[in-house]
């Protein structure tokens, strides 16, 4: 490890939103994501630091003075302090050394913080500044690899130890629009080659698999196709970057963009599979179900979507309105985009002037009810009923047949 001096760059690190809790209390340093973003003038979505110390007992003393909650894992001397708009995440520097490929690491607390960078991912993330005096300590290469925008592994077995740092080199990647630097590369393929992502836990690829997901796009998938990684953890995975890009183009407010953004790598695999593998890697239910039912009926609604017959709003209605936004996008992206557009866009968010209540004081009863409220809004989104009249008078003509 080398020393590094500047002055601008321990100034912006006190000011990041939780450092000023911090930077009186000795031995505590700002590390990893943070300081990559403050050297290239980005600003840093994460506070981590490492303390020569007790973390946990820093983190309580923190959390009381801001009068925040606070979270401790005693076994890895690491806690989690939490403030309205402010996250601090502590740990005691250590050493780490895995038993075998893809486990959980065995920690020796005490180690100085040179030390403690070695365990880091890359090298643009084995960079440390202390709060205190503004010293700065990094490995030899981050500063020349943050240059050259480049992710370099800290060593060979860095992938094979924790099969996860395989998503982190990706979604970075993504994120920082940096290449991965060739001889990591190849380490990373040869550990992918060797079955390196099933020595781990499913629940931990998923975490990282879904927040990969929410970087930018095509990049961020491309990067599982292109280093093998999507494969080896989803059935059917393939990427088509026009797909991506115009799913989520299409894709609104209210859909689940990660999801999206896997279904539209995944529609080559069978339902059963896929719906066990995502299952398995843990993803939450509203995710799972938008992802699934995207995949797997998203290329049978592209072909009905050029039917010309739903250019009539209450027939695009018909075929979608039992239909996530996500499975319509993605339909869209594989088909007619206008379609698709249309539905997400104009006509699903049609509301009628009239409810069921209104039904009722006319005196319709039982299922002529939802026989009247459907004839309503087929005429209100054909531009037959634009108002509360016309509405009406389709309903109750409708209901009384």
């Known amino acids: 490890m080398t020393t590094i001096t500047t002055?601008?760059?321990?100034?912006?690190?006190?000011?990041l939103p939780g450092a000023a809790a911090l930077r009186d209390e000795p031995g505590v340093w700002v590390v990893g994501g943070a300081v990559r973003d403050v050297l290239l003038d980005r600003s840093p979505v994460e506070l981590d630091c490492v303390v020569e110390g007790d973390a946990p007992a820093l983190a309580r003393r923190v959390a009381e003075r801001l009068g925040a909650e606070v979270t401790v894992h005693e076994r890895f001397g690491t806690a989690t302090v939490d403030a309205t708009g402010v996250r601090v995440d502590l740990a005691s520097a250590r050493r780490e050394r895995y038993a075998h490929p893809g486990a959980l690491p065995e920690v020796e607390l005490g180690a100085p913080v040179a030390q403690d960078l070695e365990r880091r991912d890359f090298t643009v993330n084995a960079i440390a500044v202390r709060l205190t005096d503004g010293e700065t300590v990094a490995h030899p290469q981050a500063?020349?690899?943050?240059?050259?925008?480049?992710?370099?592994?800290?060593?060979?077995?860095?992938?094979?130890d924790d099969p996860t740092r395989?998503?982190?080199?990706?979604?970075?990647?993504?994120?920082?629009?940096?290449?991965?630097?060739?001889?990591?590369?190849?380490?990373?393929?040869?550990?992918?080659?060797?079955?390196?992502?099933?020595?781990?836990?499913?629940?931990?690829?998923?975490?990282?698999?879904?927040?990969?997901?929410?970087?930018?796009?095509?990049?961020?998938?491309?990067g599982l196709?292109?280093?093998?990684?999507?494969?080896?953890?989803?059935?059917?995975?393939?990427?088509?970057?026009?797909?991506?890009?115009?799913?989520?183009?299409?894709?609104?407010?209210?859909?689940?963009?990660?999801?999206?953004?896997?279904?539209?790598?995944?529609?080559?695999?069978?339902?059963?599979?896929?719906?066990?593998?995502?299952?398995?890697?843990?993803?939450p239910a509203a995710e799972r179900e938008a992802l699934l039912a995207a995949a797997t009926r998203a290329p049978a609604l592209a072909i009905a979507l050029a039917d010309p017959v739903l250019e009539t709003p209450s027939r695009?209605?018909?075929?979608?309105?039992?239909?996530?936004?996500?499975?319509?996008?993605?339909?869209?992206?594989?088909?007619?985009?206008?379609?698709?557009?249309?539905?997400?866009?104009?006509?699903?968010?049609?509301e009628l002037?009239?409810?069921?209540?209104?039904?009722?004081?006319?005196?319709?009863?039982?299922?002529?009810?939802?026989?009247?409220?459907?004839?309503?809004?087929?005429?209100?989104?054909d531009g037959l009923a634009p108002g509360r009249e016309e509405q009406l008078d389709a309903a109750l003509e409708a209901a009384r047949r």
């Open 316 to 350: 695009l209605w018909a075929l979608l309105a039992s239909e996530r936004p996500e499975t319509v996008a993605l339909a869209g992206a594989l088909g007619p985009v206008a379609a698709a557009r249309r539905w997400l866009e104009e006509v699903r968010g049609v």
């Open 353 to 381: 002037a009239i409810c069921g209540a209104d039904l009722l004081a006319a005196g319709v009863e039982g299922p002529a009810v939802g026989r009247g409220l459907n004839a309503a809004r087929d005429a209100a989104l």
């Open 143 to 160: 500063l020349a690899d943050l240059e050259a925008r480049e992710l370099r592994a800290l060593h060979a077995g860095s992938f094979r």
């Open 7 to 15: 002055d601008e760059l321990p100034q912006r690190l006190r000011s």
């Open 166 to 222: 395989l998503l982190r080199l990706i979604r970075y990647g993504a994120r920082l629009r940096f290449a991965i630097e060739l001889e990591t590369r190849g380490w990373a393929a040869e550990a992918v080659a060797a079955g390196a992502p099933g020595t781990v836990s499913a629940s931990r690829l998923g975490a990282e698999l879904r927040l990969l997901a929410r970087e930018p796009q095509p990049a961020a998938a491309c």
């Open 225 to 283: 196709e292109g280093l093998r990684v999507g494969p080896a953890l989803l059935p059917g995975f393939a990427v088509d970057p026009d797909v991506v890009a115009r799913a989520l183009e299409l894709c609104p407010a209210d859909a689940e963009r990660g999801p999206l953004t896997l279904a539209a790598c995944c529609t080559r695999a069978k339902a059963q599979p896929l719906g066990e593998r995502i299952s398995e890697l843990g993803f």
